[in-house]
């Protein structure tokens, strides 16, 4: 069966230090990954997907995620966080195009001034 | 930014009550998705629609809730008879090209 894990509810950092939110998945092939972010209030919002290429993903406000097959792995990772980057960020993974997708519990990042 | 509309915005019912919700997809995207998010931020897949016809949903969904997808009409979601446990935020998102693209969501309260 296909799950996601997120390790960590909730990471505090300053703002400026670098971010890494985990990710890991279980299913057997490949899957479609995304990470995305929702503010308070608000709906979620896509930051990234991964399915094939370059296991290093670009994606808005320079996020950017890395593929691992051998660890199962879709870490979430920015170089130096802003004020504005506190939400709850939450990794997805579906198995085929247009197919239901299964979330993660969520990881609060809380970013300190 | 999304397009995906969704109302409205609160909704406040009593327990046994109907509870109804819209939702506008984003124009070209033919899946629909409702998933229901709790405050424990646990997200519950309930049903999905391509081009206005059911492509999965969950058991309690098909018991329970009454969802359509016509075409030039907005998509809607439907609780029969309203339970506590259904408080949460209820999260329409439009797909096309596996990227989803989610609304601002219903909140739900049942008192």
């Known amino acids: 069966a296909q799950s996601v894990t997120q390790p960590d509810a909730r990471v505090t950092v300053s703002e400026g230090a670098s971010l890494q939110l985990r990710c890991k998945y279980s299913y057997s092939a490949t899957p479609y990954l995304f990470w995305y972010v929702q503010y308070p209030r608000q709906g979620l919002q896509l930051l990234l997907k991964?399915?094939?290429?370059?296991?290093v993903v670009q994606g808005v406000n320079s996020f950017e995620a890395e593929f691992s097959k051998s660890n199962s792995s879709f870490h979430l990772q920015k170089a130096s966080v802003h004020w504005s980057d506190s939400a709850v960020y939450f990794c997805a993974l579906s198995m085929e195009s247009n197919n239901r997708i299964f979330f993660g519990d969520g990881t609060q990042l809380v970013v300190k001034p | 930014n999304s397009k995906v509309i969704q109302t409205p915005r609160y909704l406040v019912k009593g327990q046994g009550q109907k509870a109804k919700m819209r939702c506008i997809p984003e124009k070209g995207h033919p899946v629909v998705f409702w998933y229901q998010q709790n405050k424990n931020n646990e997200f519950k897949f309930l049903i999905n629609?391509?081009?206005?016809?059911?492509?999965?949903q969950i058991d309690m969904t098909e018991k329970r809730f009454s969802a359509e997808c016509p075409s030039n009409s907005p998509c809607s979601l439907e609780i029969q008879s309203s339970e506590a446990g259904d408080s949460a935020l209820y999260l329409c998102?439009?797909?096309?090209?596996?990227?989803?693209?989610f609304g601002h969501g219903t909140k739900l309260s049942v008192l």
């Open positions: 991964y399915y094939s290429g370059d296991p």
């Open positions: 998102a439009s797909s096309r090209n596996e990227r989803l693209f």
């Open positions: 629609f391509q081009n206005q016809e059911v492509l999965q």
